[in-house]
């Protein structure tokens, strides 16, 4: 089974909300719908109702792995520190970095008895991304590539400073969610690739201060990234 997990785009869609099941798994409770032989899994829970350090992100992985998910396209909103994916714009992360403190971020944290530690050279399925790529180009878009996205724990927005610490890390995108759920897909061993894209400048790098696109704008974009994903995971190879 292939999915996709999401947030805006998925959430708050009627198509994928009357045909939300719920699963309970040994972590907690997760909802996803298939529709077509995709499922997809809104991470806030339907309607948007959880922040990102209330995810119960291993509740969602669990899920994937109980309802035999092989293969994943995840899709993040995120703020730009970099011109390389700049507000309004979609990319595929290669990398990342995790700051986000307050939430579960393994399956083995000691309860299991067995000591692991995952390599994450590769965080990606880069296979799957260039599949991505290709559909995003063959339908007209245009995507960045190789970002890095930096993982803060949230709720609140950052400050300029920690902004520009951010980019001399390295750090092209920023957001809340990535680094916790794609450690714990790569410890499930589910392929997964990342698609970021961008709604705002981040902290201190906007005169206006922190202004996001118009719902309207961000619901296009999450659905072109989706309908592509779509491609992506239902074309052979
Ligand atoms: N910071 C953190 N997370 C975000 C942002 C941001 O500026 N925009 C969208 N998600």
């Not at 595929?92 to 971020?105: E, G, H, K, P, T």
């Not at 994450?120 to 190789?146: C, M, T, Y």
């Not at 961000?218 to 239902?234: D, S, V, Y």
Request: glycine residues 8%.
């Amino acid at each position: 089974m292939k999915a996709i997990i999401g947030g805006t785009g998925i959430d708050k869609d009627s198509r994928f909300l009357e045909k939300m099941e719920m699963i309970v798994t040994k972590y907690g409770d997760a909802y996803y719908s298939i529709i077509d032989g995709i499922l997809y899994l809104p991470r806030h829970k339907p309607g948007h109702t959880l922040p990102p350090h209330m995810i119960n992100y291993k509740a969602n992985v669990q899920a994937l792995m109980d309802l035999d998910v092989d293969e994943v396209i995840s899709i993040y909103a995120v703020g730009s520190i970099t011109r390389r994916l700049s507000p309004g714009r979609f990319g595929l992360v290669r990398d990342f970095i995790d700051l986000a403190f307050s939430r579960a971020n393994t399956f083995y944290d000691g309860s299991t008895r067995e000591v692991r530690h995952t390599p994450f050279v590769e965080p990606f399925d880069r296979k799957l991304g260039a599949r991505f790529a290709r559909n995003a180009i063959n339908s007209g878009s245009s995507l960045a590539l190789d970002c890095v996205y930096i993982t803060t724990n949230g709720p609140r927005l950052e400050t300029p400073a920690e902004i520009m610490a951010y980019r001399n890390m390295g750090a092209d995108v920023v957001g809340m969610t990535l680094g916790t759920e794609a450690a714990l897909l790569k410890e499930a061993g589910i392929r997964n690739a990342a698609v970021a894209y961008s709604i705002n400048w981040a902290a201190g790098l906007d005169a206006e201060g922190i202004s996001f696109l118009e719902d309207e704008s961000i619901e296009r974009l999450a659905r072109n990234i989706i309908n592509i994903a779509e491609k992506t995971l239902t074309a052979a190879g």
